[in-house]
């Protein structure tokens, strides 16, 4: 698939952004699409905790600074996102020593959240 040079272009220039927090598409910034997927995914996870756990360490031990790792167990298999630790209360889920292995799931496997209902 070939992309759109202006598309390219626009892409380029983000990428020299710092905080890009702010940009939007004209009707949502960034941060306020990262804000609502962390509120909307807590909300599954609390929805379904026998299957849900958060940790503060991958499970090799590392993690990035100010991050925890959470994620939920389906039908389907695991599915998980990385949040900046400021969101660590708003997940009522058990919290592991160590996140479970990455089954290699990724954006692309979010339709594995279907499997849960």
């Known amino acids: ?3 759109n040079p202006e598309i390219l272009f626009i892409n380029n220039e983000i990428s020299k ?12 910034t960034f941060k306020e699409l990262y804000n ?11 929805s379904y905790q026998d299957l849900a756990w ?3 360490l991958h499970s090799d031990s ?19 996102y990385h949040y900046h630790i400021d969101n660590w209360d708003i997940f009522k889920v058990k919290e592991l020593d160590l996140a479970p292995e990455w089954d290699g799931h990724s954006a692309d496997d979010i339709d594995r959240l279907f499997s849960l209902v």
Do not use: E, W
Not at 62 to 80: C, E, H, K, L, R
């Open 62 to 80: 590392t993690m990035f600074d100010n991050y925890f790792i959470v994620g939920i167990f389906t039908p389907a298999g695991q599915f998980s």
């Open 36 to 46: 609502h997927r962390c509120k909307l995914f807590a909300i599954i996870c609390n």
């Open 54 to 56: 958060k940790s503060k």
């Open 17 to 28: 952004i710092d905080d890009k927090s702010n940009v939007s598409d004209g009707s949502h």
């Open 1 to 3: 698939m070939k992309i």
